[in-house]
């Protein structure tokens, strides 16, 4: 390892990524550490990380606490005091290098919130809504939210569950391009394991006591104060084609707030079905027991 590297041990969740792993792999040159966890890919996802030099771990997920992350971070000793979790199909750029590559020297934050710029079906969204993630903090500084799941889905990765973090936090500007070419087919299929996993999560989150609600992040208590409200998929997809002028992006972003469209409001139907179901259940014990 020579001086002039990032310390930043660069931390990517895998299973079955090689359609998208390469082009991650090829930006992180500039870091000092890269692992991979890897979920028993059957494609060429480990071979691929092991001929750029980086190390797999492998993880078995028995459906309980923890997950993917967490396990990690539990379990393992990066080389060095920061940590980023990066998707594989995000791609660090240049300027978010050298802006991260400052930032984590002598420095009072804990941990940095990050920047994203979509792509969807092939095209550069300029517009919308835009994304942001905790993802780059101090090691030993925190875990993502423990949430002590059953096996609700197949996500052995920590998706939606935010970083709870000891101490203040900053932001980078340079944004980190996030480029899925697996087809629109895998984003349905993964939005739609998304949409069971929020039902889930809500549910639990409403029989939560106070304090575990506190701790959650303020765009997390307006999303799970108003998702289940019927008007709410609609009123995200219109905000981000109208309001944040998604329809400048064309026919990506019409489809991009559709798609969003048809998340929301699955998991508003999926709440839905589950109250109703909950209800005859509870009618039908009264009538037993009357």
């Not at 750029?52 to 309980?64: E, L």
């Not at 992350?69 to 980023?84: D, E, I, Q, T």
Request: aromatic share 12%; net charge positive; glycine share 6%.
């Amino acid at each position: 390892m020579t001086s002039d590297l990032i310390p930043i041990t660069i931390v990517i969740p895998t299973r079955n990524e090689e359609a998208n792993l390469a082009k991650c792999l090829r930006a992180l040159g500039r870091f000092s550490e890269v692992v991979l966890i890897d979920s028993a890919s059957t494609d060429a996802t480990c071979s691929i990380a092991e001929s750029f030099g980086y190390r797999v771990i492998n993880f078995a997920w028995n459906g309980q606490f923890p997950k993917k992350r967490n396990w990690y971070l539990l379990n393992h000793k990066p080389k060095n005091a920061w940590v980023l979790f990066l998707d594989a199909d995000e791609i660090v750029t240049d300027a978010f290098c050298t802006e991260v590559a400052a930032a984590v020297q002598n420095t009072a934050h804990a941990g940095y919130w990050l920047n994203y710029r979509n792509y969807f079906l092939g095209k550069k969204l300029r517009f919308g809504i835009p994304q942001r993630k905790l993802a780059l903090f101090r090691v030993g500084s925190g875990l993502y939210e423990r949430i002590e799941e059953a096996a609700w889905s197949n996500l052995d990765m920590e998706i939606h569950e935010h970083p709870q973090i000891e101490g203040s936090l900053g932001e980078l500007r340079a944004p980190i391009d996030h480029n899925d070419d697996r087809g629109i087919l895998k984003q349905i299929e993964r939005h739609r394991e998304y949409a069971i996993w929020e039902c889930a999560r809500i549910n639990l989150l409403e029989a939560a006591p106070t304090g575990q609600l506190a701790k959650l992040t303020s765009r997390q208590k307006l999303k799970y104060r108003l998702i289940r409200s019927p008007i709410f998929a609609a009123a995200y997809a219109i905000f981000q084609y109208f309001g944040r002028l998604g329809c400048l992006d064309g026919y990506a972003g019409l489809q991009y707030a559709l798609l969003k469209f048809w998340y929301f409001n699955l998991i508003a139907v999926l709440l839905r079905q589950n109250r109703e179901a909950e209800a005859r259940l509870t009618q039908s014990s009264s009538q037993y027991t009357s």
